[in-house]
């Protein structure tokens, strides 16, 4: 082999090395998502329950709170969380401020969401406060466990029929148990959410959330999803000053 | 000056669904298991988000007017989706809430449903298309 065929042949090998290299570490969108992994893709709606805040869980005109997504007095709360539920006061509040709701808020009211399944993520779009999730399912792992984000860092895998969803890092969250609850999480905050096909327009959701802070152990609920025929719309641009101004009128729990 | 009148349940409240969506604590600032009925003018109508608002101009026994804030139980998503929309409520029209009053303050209350002059009721809950007379 003369060396002009020799430079020619090591050129190609180190092409198809590069090649080689590149899709062993790029991002999952090479990676196909398997025929037997569940389809959850497409519209969804949870019956919603009224559930109660908790008898205990009183709000500065002596009315217990309500609406709550999860029910309150099956939670193992730990004192702590008792003792934060009695100081809390409306005004704190972040949604007066146009803040989203968080998890695992989001997962228990009945307005329509969109599930997206995408090789390398699942992205999530919940009508309520218009907010978008992504659930990586490209084999990462969450990042430094200082490293904080609101609706936390998400990542998910498939276990024959079901979708496992766990998301931790979450920033400390004044509302984080149930923003009607008033209970909050804190960054140990684990959640873990699976989700398994029992029709093909029906998935059964079991979530788990663990905060040693707030809660004495781990505790699960099971929520049934079903297919809608109505997806998520856009509320638009939350309005700050008609938020806020509904709190003008309502007296602290506290002297100013 | 009175401006509430307690008004007997009706079929249009009735037909509101039983649990409303509640996006805020409504229980904290409205009396919920109270019911009243404010006639008006239509000073202000946004759909917005969170929750849309509805500013009406009412005039009391003495003839003294003042402003009250009703802020739809709904939240604008869904009360788009029923089919309310920026011009459901125009300037100038008069209007007669039902709702329940605010807790702390005599100008502003919780909107259940609005009653137009030509007898069109729109439900403020959510859930549903705006109905016509008396919820039919």
Redesign the interface.
Known sequence: MNSVSQQTTWTKITYFALVALVTAIAPGSLVAQSVDDPDVSGNWRIE?Q?YSCGEWNL???G?????CAISIDELPLNKRARAWAEFYD?PM?A?WD?VPASLPSLLG???PWNLSQKSDRITIWY??DDTVRTVWMDGRRHPFVGELFYMGHSIGWYEGETLVIETTNFTFDPDGMDD?GHIATSVRKRLTERYTQTGPDSLEMAITLEDPLFLTEPYTWVRQLNRSD?GP???????LD??R??LE???SKYDE | MKLWTIAALTSVVLSLPA?L?????????YFMDQVVEVTGVVKRW?L????P?LVLEVTDASGETKEL?V?ALG????M??AGWTRDSLVPGETVTVLGSP????D??MAGRSVTKASGTVLVMGGGGPPQGPSGQ
Request: charged fraction near 20%; aromatic fraction near 8%.
């Open positions: 919603r009224p709000d500065q005109f009315n217990v709170r309500a609406g409306e509040a949604m146009c009211d009945s307005f009508e309520h009607h109505v719309e856009s509320w638009g641009e939350c309005d008609q938020s101004r509904q009128s309502l007296p | 649990t969506q509640a996006h805020h604590t409504q229980v904290t600032f946004a917005v988000n969170p929750h608002e804030r802020y939240v604008a998503g869904m788009s989706r605010s807790r702390a303050s100008s502003s």
